[in-house]
């Protein structure tokens, strides 16, 4: 447990089948908050949110999962959107594959780095990505520059967490996606799905995996065995340029 930083963190080990465990700092809980400058405020995130990139989510593992078990294409671009400690994003990475993680939280690029060189990983490309949010956003409070470029695959998990979500995730990805590309969304069954497909299907996305995700699942081997209810779905669109 770290006392050094003005917030609580703990050391966690990730073991995924057939992979080499890695190794995670996380906020100890929920309870953790700093926001000396008001940086998190300006980006929308208030005194409850804060913590909760900084926690290990079901929905995060179960990406990971699925992105270890896709073989590697060095040439397509990734991006982890919404990806908070970035677990498949590193997994991702680790395999070599060409990733970019992407959170709005100001912290999110401090703890992906730090996780990193703690798994003595080459540097991962990271970049500032946020929806719902009107106001311009500093690089003084983003720490990083804003996602710019389109990219193959877009991934991401537990996004569709309030009313507001399904359009707003689904007018940032047709951002970052390109006209060719394909979307994971693993959801933990909050209620919103069929209201993104709605939305998705306007930018000319078309869903074409639904699976129902229900298993127990463990962070580690000393885990108690925890039930997962979700669905991992999969979305392509192909635009030919005129």
């Excluded at 080499?20 to 309870?31: A, G």
């Excluded at 940086?39 to 909760?52: D, N």
Aim: proline share 6%.
């Amino acid at each position: 447990m770290s006392k050094s930083a003005p917030y609580q963190t703990q050391l966690r080990t990730i073991q995924i089948r057939g992979q080499k465990p890695l190794e995670i700092y996380t906020l100890l809980d929920r309870q953790q908050y700093y926001d000396p400058k008001g940086a998190a405020k300006r980006l929308g995130i208030c005194s409850a949110s804060w913590p909760l990139f900084g926690m290990l989510w079901p929905s995060g593992l179960q990406l990971a999962k699925k992105i270890v078990q896709r073989p590697v294409q060095p040439n397509q671009k990734i991006l982890e959107i919404g990806c908070g400690l970035g677990l498949a994003s590193l997994m991702a990475h680790r395999l070599g594959a060409n990733v970019t993680a992407s959170d709005r939280h100001p912290l999110a690029q401090h703890f992906l780095n730090k996780n990193v060189v703690k798994n003595f990983l080459p540097e991962i490309n990271y970049r500032h990505g946020q929806w719902g949010l009107e106001q311009e956003v500093s690089l003084q409070d983003t720490g990083a520059a804003l996602v710019s470029e389109r990219y193959d695959l877009v991934m991401g998990s537990d996004l569709l967490y309030d009313p507001s979500s399904p359009k707003q995730v689904a007018d940032f990805i047709h951002q970052v996606a390109a006209l060719t590309s394909e979307v994971w969304v693993m959801d933990p069954n909050r209620g919103y799905r069929n209201q993104f497909s709605r939305a998705m299907a306007a930018y000319g996305f078309s869903l074409v995996r639904d699976k129902k995700i229900q298993r127990p699942y463990t962070y580690s081997l000393e885990d108690t065995p925890q039930p997962y209810s979700g669905r991992f779905l999969i979305y392509r669109r192909d635009i030919a340029l005129n």
